[in-house]
């Protein structure tokens, strides 16, 4: 019996995975961004029975993502999706803002296919680069019909798009799920799979997205120890539409930064409460004066309000 090919489709934003240093021994002193994605999976394994096509939709440092990227990035996968004989998508991406882009693609296109996003500590001239096998990894969850919707891989760990993190500066294996833990391990191309993949409708599709100039505004400030109110005030002055506070604990905030946020939210800002923690959530109770975040991490909770506001 033939069995019809499956088409992967690469896209290149480039990040460490596309770095470029002067020797095979330096893993910092590189360039994010310089190799192109037919560069970046010439050599690397093709699960069987697949093919690749690649295309560059940007080659930046992820640090340096701005909203234009974002929506030029959903467009194309969901052109991409759109195409019957796509199995799934790989994103190679910097790791520094991955989680951002991974909950975006998320939020707007809530695919059934999987779109897997992956980058490298380590930059493509390492002696020890990890780039290649993380993509080989994307790759065989790209082409593994047990995988579905927005997931990160990297180090052999699947995380999903709505709790990864970056949680280490340094290390290879560099990101987490918090408690939630990861959704999967791939082992020599093969997944095991921990729990479901979480699926669930776009908060807004990606067609529907206005230009990024049009985007509501929306920062995040952090209560701390000695915070105070200068920074929301400011905010508000300057005209933003939202504002996220990453709060202390299970949400709890200084009070010379909640006033201010309370006079905010009484102006018209839309205020919401996420949590500095790592892991864990914000837990409402009743009498809350400013929401809680629905358990997103502070830059998350900041691009789920971005597209509430935009309704
Ligand atoms: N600064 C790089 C980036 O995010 C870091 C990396 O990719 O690991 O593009």
Redo the contacts with the bound molecule.
Sequence with gaps: MQVSERRIVVLGC????A?RAASASDNLGYR??ELGVEELIAHVPVPEGSTLAAEQVAN????DLGLAQWCALSQRCAHWLAQTEVAGIVIT??????EETAFFLHAVLAPVKPVVLT???RPATSAAADGPQNIADALSVAASPLAQGVCVVLAGTVHGAIEVQKVHSYRAD?FGSGDAGPLAYVEEGRLRVLRAWPQGPALRSAGSLPDPDAWPRVEIVMSHAGAGSALVRALVKDGVAGIVVAATGNGTVHEALEGALLAAQEQGVAVRRASRCAQGRVLPQPGDRLPGADGLSPVKARIALMLELMQ
């Design positions: 480039g990040g460490t995975i770095g994010a961004g930046i440092d992820s640090k991406h910097g790791t520094d803002t991955l980058g490298a500590m560099a």
